[in-house]
């Protein structure tokens, strides 16, 4: 599976978007981008997933380049309810879900 | 709230004891995962069922035995654990093994080793 790397850590300031960034540069053009979170004591919470498309939902919004070496996730409102450890995993279709966790960046929304 | 049941939250047993750990799943769910995460690290994966049958071991240590008793529940056998086991241990499941199935994750047993 792909490497991914992100920033250890970020600050965004409550009700301003958070844009976590993710590079993934050795992406293969059958593997996913998956975005999760953990909260302290909590497992780990799907949030998105892409192959190619911007994605969006309830909770978030999914950009990848055109290129696909790099994505963007984007919370729009960030709330102190979303500090947490943001995950960028990459997944290859059809391979069983083994999924590789990096450390991932920690969020702190500060009011 | 998590659709993905671990029992029991928390875990103390000695180095001789056997305990197991359950997780169940009500949502169709033909894949299941035991991951475990130590303190400040990320998860990392132990072992995948498909349909009941054993896919990845990802040469877990054989104090730790996994069964798949249907396709709802997943039990995590421990037996002669060693301190370093201390951790969170987590169970999730997807639809299907496969790259556009989000895994979906309780939140774990934290298992305490004395």
């Known amino acids: 599976d792909a490497k991914t790397t992100q920033p250890t850590s970020m600050d965004c300031a409550e009700g301003r978007a958070a844009n976590l960034p993710c590079n993934h540069s050795?992406?293969?053009?059958?593997?996913?981008v998956y975005w999760y979170r953990q909260i302290h004591s909590q497992g780990p919470q799907y949030i998105i997933h892409g192959l190619k498309n911007n994605e969006t939902n309830e909770m978030a919004s999914l950009i990848i380049t055109e290129d696909r070496k790099s994505s963007t996730l984007i919370l729009p409102h960030a709330t102190l309810r979303d500090t947490a450890v943001y995950y960028c995993?990459?997944?290859?279709?059809?391979?069983?879900?083994?999924?590789?966790f990096g450390p991932g960046t920690r969020l702190s929304v500060l009011p | 709230d998590t659709e993905v049941t671990q029992t029991p939250k928390h875990l103390v047993m000695g180095m001789t004891n056997k305990k197991s750990l359950k997780c169940e799943q009500h949502?169709?769910?033909?894949?299941m995962y035991w991951y475990k995460q130590k303190a400040k690290k990320p998860p990392e994966l132990m072992f995948v069922?498909?349909?009941?049958?054993?896919?990845i071991n990802e040469s877990v240590p054989s104090r730790f035995s996994p069964e798949c008793p249907n396709s709802s529940l997943l039990n995590l056998h421990l037996h002669a654990l060693q301190p370093e086991d201390s951790a969170l241990y987590l169970c999730a499941s997807s639809q299907e093994t496969g790259g556009n199935q989000p895994q979906h994750f309780g939140d774990g047993t934290r298992l305490s080793i004395l």
């Open positions: 050795t992406i293969s053009g059958n593997e996913y």
């Open positions: 995993i990459v997944l290859r279709d059809n391979y069983g879900q083994n999924f590789v």
């Open positions: 069922y498909s349909y009941e049958k054993l896919s």
């Open positions: 949502m169709g769910h033909r894949a």
